[in-house]
């Protein structure tokens, strides 16, 4: 199949990158996940302005460097140096003749931010998922996300996201 992807040198995405039949797995292998990205980022480097994992997924916002397009690579060495580590999730032989192990989706969905405002609403997004989704009441409560990072950067107010102001965040989200 012919997967449209964006090559723009030097943009800025937003991705979401889903386990196989949405199996929580990524959060009890955190240490196996961030050991991935940061053995990715020394070869292929981009920025992580944002990011959240999630039991089943992980959205993050990357910027890629002046010249380079290609975040493809980049998802296929996180996903490849994270699942080496794990048992296999599958004895289909389609699967086990393609070296996979049911881990992740093949695919990843991406998306080019084109501006400040688009920029703003994914890293909200990213930051009120873990409340969407119902693991924390507050951003500032899921530990596995960049939303003290962004707080120190003076991005965020610690207390963006709670209840005072859950009806404006969530009337940006509905899906």
């Known amino acids: 199949m012919d997967y449209r992807?964006?090559?723009?040198?030097?943009?800025?995405?937003?991705?979401?990158?889903?386990?196989?039949?949405?199996?929580?797995?990524?959060?009890?292998?955190?240490?196996?996940?961030?050991?991935?990205?940061?053995?990715?980022?020394?070869r292929y480097p981009f920025d992580i302005h944002g990011i959240v994992v999630l039991p089943d997924h992980l959205h993050c916002l990357w910027q890629l460097p002046p010249y380079d397009s290609n975040n493809a690579i980049r998802w296929s060495q996180i996903k490849s140096l994270f699942s080496r580590e794990l048992p296999s999730f599958s004895d289909r032989p389609s699967l086990k003749n393609k070296r996979e192990k049911g881990i992740w989706q093949r695919r990843?969905?991406?998306?080019?931010?084109?501006?400040?405002?688009?920029?703003?609403?994914?890293?909200?997004?990213?930051?009120?998922?873990?409340?969407?989704?119902?693991?924390?009441?507050?951003?500032?409560?899921?530990?596995?996300?960049?939303?003290?990072?962004?707080?120190?950067?003076?991005?965020?107010?610690?207390?963006?996201?709670?209840?005072?102001?859950v009806l404006e965040v969530e009337r940006l989200f509905i899906e």
């Open 5 to 42: 992807r964006s090559h723009i040198a030097g943009a800025c995405y937003f991705f979401t990158v889903v386990t196989h039949h949405r199996r929580p797995i990524l959060v009890e292998n955190i240490g196996l996940l961030r050991a991935a990205f940061r053995q990715v980022k020394v």
């Open 108 to 165: 990843f969905w991406e998306h080019v931010i084109t501006d400040e405002h688009d920029w703003r609403t994914h890293m909200d997004y990213i930051h009120f998922n873990p409340v969407k989704h119902g693991y924390s009441k507050r951003p500032c409560d899921w530990r596995w996300s960049s939303f003290e990072q962004c707080v120190a950067k003076g991005w965020y107010s610690p207390d963006w996201g709670q209840p005072h102001d």
